[in-house]
């Protein structure tokens, strides 16, 4: 049935749009030799935050071995109190402070795999479609719904 198809289509559409895929920031404090929390689990695109409380410590990429693995290493100190990561890679990302590796100053962010999102070419395409198979009285009729729901 065309017309259930574009229906679910269209809801589909509507859904997406209404709740896109929002990136969150979350903040890991340095307390004494420790990172706080020490484990942390996020979604695909979210920012992190390491917050520095006092010392000198750093943020460094790589397995509790205390070996760097290159994919970051910034210092968290007072000249440096905030620094800030955007992880846009699914997977689990240890890592450790160097100066204090050693006595466990160790954590890892683990990157969950976010949704499919279309990219703006797809959104135009189904657009393009719903408008050719509905003339647009589809997605107005659903748009008016949506914000009948939304009221
Ligand atoms: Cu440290």
């Not at 393009?128 to 659903?142: D, W």
Request: hydrophobic share 45%; charged share 5%.
């Amino acid at each position: 049935m065309m017309s259930k198809t574009v229906i679910a289509i269209a809801l589909a559409a509507a859904g997406a749009m209404a709740n896109p895929a929002l990136a969150a920031t979350h903040v890991v404090t340095q307390s004494g030799f420790t990172f706080s929390p020490s484990t942390l689990t996020i979604d695909q695109g979210d920012t992190v935050e390491w917050h520095w409380t006092a010392g000198s410590h750093t943020v460094t990429s790589g397995p509790a071995s205390c070996v760097p693995d290159g994919l970051f290493d910034v210092p968290l100190n007072s000249a440096n109190a905030v620094q800030s990561m955007v992880f846009n890679s699914a997977g689990a990302f240890p890592y450790f402070c160097q100066p204090h590796c050693g006595i466990g100053m160790t954590g890892t962010i683990t990157v969950n795999a976010g949704p499919a999102v279309p990219t703006v070419s797809e959104w135009g395409m189904i657009g393009l479609a719903l408008l050719t198979l509905t003339g647009g009285t589809l997605i107005i009729r659903k748009a008016t719904a949506q914000r009948r729901a939304l009221a």
